[in-house]
């Protein structure tokens, strides 16, 4: 099936023992969708993991109800396998 990647975060995780302590940060974010629907977007999970554009999709999504015109969203994000697409039925309803 050819070379599986792991993640350089999440190997780093799991080779930890449980209770061992690591450093780790938050970093604000500027991140933020635009404020005019109709502004097409392009979203690119390459390899970040796609929690931060679930939020967006989700809130554009709660959005889009109220507006009588608003442009697509397209996101763009790698899966090894199909088991590993865990959001399916949500992103596929956006």
């Not at 554009?53 to 969203?73: G, L, P, V």
Request: with cysteine.
């Amino acid at each position: 099936e050819g070379k599986i990647e792991k993640g350089t975060c999440s190997s780093y995780l799991r080779s930890l023992s449980p209770g061992t302590a690591f450093n780790a940060r938050v970093v604000k974010s500027s991140f933020r969708c635009p404020s005019d629907p109709t502004f097409p977007v392009v979203l690119i999970g390459g390899g970040t993991g796609i929690a931060p554009f679930m939020a967006f999709m989700e809130e554009r999504a709660a959005e889009f109800a109220s507006y009588s015109q608003y442009a697509k969203w397209h996101f763009f994000f790698g899966c090894r396998t199909k088991n590993e697409f865990l959001y399916k039925d949500r992103i596929e309803k956006w």
